[in-house]
């Protein structure tokens, strides 16, 4: 056998070795440790750290969504979300469970 075709056995042999390339990860489009929530509550302005909007629900549960759309940011606005947390992660803000919101609506 000719030394280059060895080397190109060698080669293939050794790309066939690689890692696969699907992990054991969450199924697209889902997070890990991800909780869906449906939330009837209404929207607050937590004076902390320069001030930010958080949602409370009717229970005194405090989240603190990472995607509130600007025209729902006002403080005591009834409202209605669907969403998901994110309890693996740590926020900036350090108040409540972080959520994802999937959407929300007025009340």
Do not use: Q
Not at 14 to 23: E, M
């Amino acid at each position: 056998m000719k030394p280059w075709s060895l080397l190109l056995l060698l080669w293939l042999l050794s790309a066939c070795h690689a890692a696969p390339a699907v992990g054991n990860g969450p199924v697209a489009g889902e997070k890990e440790g991800a909780t869906m929530v449906s939330i009837r509550g209404e929207v607050a302005f937590i004076d902390l750290e320069g001030g930010f909007f958080g949602i409370v629900d009717k229970e005194g549960r405090r989240y603190d969504p990472t995607n509130l759309p600007p025209e729902f940011a006002v403080a005591g606005l009834p409202v209605h979300i669907r969403g998901r947390t994110l309890p693996a992660t740590v926020g900036f803000h350090m108040w409540g469970t972080r959520i994802e919101i999937i959407s929300i609506e007025k009340r």
